[in-house]
């Protein structure tokens, strides 16, 4: 018998077709779950459908519309969280206080507080922190962070971020620290804050300012 006319019994492993190997990259790549792999996994995975058409003893279609489907829900969800962070988070944090310091200057103590995370000094607090903040510096200008001292983080790495500031008052610029509360632990999933915990106004000559006063 010729060895060309014999029939391959199946599921020997003649019989079995070879698996796209860019397909099992592509769900590599998309399980990656950060943006670069997870933006190259669909197109390896758009690749190995195209090899796979032109090559019918090729198999892993499956595996590469996985992977399509799970790099771009990964890509969808990183874009969400990037935006939000830069709105909520990096946003207010590059800015500063500036809300805040209009608020005082214009000596409007409820929009001064409502900068600030709930429980965090009063409304008289508030009041004496605008009116000696206006008497000592005038009124607020503007502010950007002060980028030759360094920021810290919260021990826990999750509830706030100070950052140090400096702020230009029409008496002359003044360096300030501010921290800006992230999330309240909880027993499931911390809750989001997103306001600002403290201000301190650094007076070597007359002593710092602070908001809340300090205890």
Do not use: H
Not at 165 to 190: C, M, N, T
């Amino acid at each position: 018998m010729n060895p060309a006319d014999e029939v391959t019994p199946p599921g020997s492993p003649r019989s079995r077709a070879a698996i796209d190997l860019w397909s099992v990259a592509a769900m590599i790549c998309s399980l990656g779950m950060c943006p670069p792999t997870t933006l190259i996994g669909p197109v390896l995975g758009a690749w190995s459908l195209r090899r796979q058409a032109r090559m019918p003893e090729l198999r892993g279609r499956r595996v590469a519309i996985g992977a399509i489907v799970i790099g771009m829900t990964f890509t969808m969800l990183w874009v969400t969280g990037l935006t939000w962070w830069q709105a909520s988070v990096r946003g207010p944090v590059k800015d500063g206080p500036v809300a805040a310091l209009q608020a005082a200057s214009n000596d409007d103590a409820q929009a001064f507080l409502a900068q600030f995370e709930t429980g965090r000094g009063d409304e008289e607090q508030a009041r004496a922190f605008t009116r000696q903040l206006s008497e000592r510096f005038g009124r607020f200008k503007s502010m950007s962070i002060d980028e030759s001292r360094q920021g810290t983080v919260a021990p826990d790495g999750q509830s706030a971020i100070e950052t140090p500031y400096l702020a230009k008052f029409e008496r002359g610029e003044v360096p300030l620290r501010a921290s800006f509360a992230l999330f309240a632990p909880s027993s499931f999933w911390p809750d989001p804050i997103l306001l600002w915990r403290s201000i301190i106004v650094e007076d070597a000559e007359r002593g710092n300012l602070s908001y809340p006063a300090a205890p």
